[in-house]
C-alpha cells in the first residue's frame, strides 16, 4: 500500500487476540507511522470464531454469535484459513518436488527429469556408474559430478 501509494484501509482485521492486535497496532504506528484501526477475530477452544475484539488496549465487541456481522467476519476467518493452509500446502509440494539434483550445476530441469525417468530415483543414480549415463548424452566427466554431488553427506 505504501509502496504504490495507495489508500489506506478504513481497518485492519487480524486472525487473533490481544497479542496479535497489540503487535500489529505497535508495527503500523511505530514502524510505519500510520494510524488505522485495528480488530481481532478471537477462536474458542474448539477453533471457531468467538468473538471480536477492537481497540487499545483490546476489548470484546459485543456482537450476536447469530447476526449477519458476526457470519461474515467469521466467513472471512474461514476463507484466510483456506488460503493459508492452500498457499503452504503448494509450498510443501514445490520443495518435494526439488531434488538434490537441482543444487548440481550443469542439470537444470530437463536433465533433472531425464535422469529421474532412466534411474527411477536418487538413490539408484547415486549407486549408477559414470558409464550408465552414457546412454543419456551425459558426459563423463558431468556424471562424476552428479555420482560425488549426490554421495556426500549432507551439512547440518
Same mark, same amino acid.
Given at each position: 500500500? @505504501?509502496?504504490?501509494? =495507495? &489508500?489506506? $484501509? ?6 487473533? +487476540?490481544?497479542?496479535?492486535?497489540? &503487535? ?5 504506528? /511505530? !514502524?510505519?507511522? =500510520?494510524?488505522? $484501526? ?13 468473538q471480536l475484539m477492537t481497540g487499545d488496549p483490546? #476489548?470484546?465487541? $459485543?456482537?450476536?454469535? %447469530? ?5 461474515? =467476519?467469521?466467513?472471512?476467518?474461514? #476463507? ?22 537441482? &543444487?548440481?550445476?550443469?542439470?537444470? #530441469? ?16 547415486? #549407486?549408477?556408474?559414470? *558409464? %550408465?549415463?552414457?546412454? @543419456?548424452?551425459? +558426459?563423463?566427466?558431468l556424471a562424476a559430478q552428479i555420482i560425488a554431488?549426490? /554421495? !556426500? *553427506?549432507?551439512?547440518?
Amino acid at each position: 500500500m @505504501l509502496k504504490d501509494q =495507495l &489508500a489506506a $484501509p478504513d481497518l485492519i482485521v487480524v486472525d487473533g +487476540g490481544r497479542g496479535q492486535i497489540s &503487535a500489529a497496532v505497535d508495527v503500523l504506528q /511505530n !514502524e510505519l507511522g =500510520l494510524y488505522i $484501526p485495528v480488530c481481532g477475530l478471537v477462536k474458542d477452544a474448539k477453533h471457531k470464531t468467538a468473538q471480536l475484539m477492537t481497540g487499545d488496549p483490546p #476489548e470484546v465487541v $459485543p456482537l450476536p454469535r %447469530d447476526s449477519q456481522e458476526f457470519y461474515l =467476519l467469521q466467513r472471512i476467518q474461514d #476463507e484466510v484459513h483456506r488460503f493459508a493452509i492452500s498457499f503452504h500446502r503448494e509450498q510443501r509440494g514445490k520443495s518435494m518436488i526439488a531434488s538434490q539434483l537441482d &543444487a548440481i550445476p550443469g542439470i537444470g #530441469e530437463k536433465r533433472r527429469k531425464l535422469l529421474l525417468k532412466h534411474f527411477g530415483s536418487i538413490k539408484k543414480i547415486k #549407486e549408477a556408474s559414470v *558409464e %550408465d549415463f552414457r546412454p @543419456l548424452s551425459i +558426459g563423463d566427466k558431468l556424471a562424476a559430478q552428479i555420482i560425488a554431488a549426490l /554421495n !556426500e *553427506e549432507p551439512t547440518s
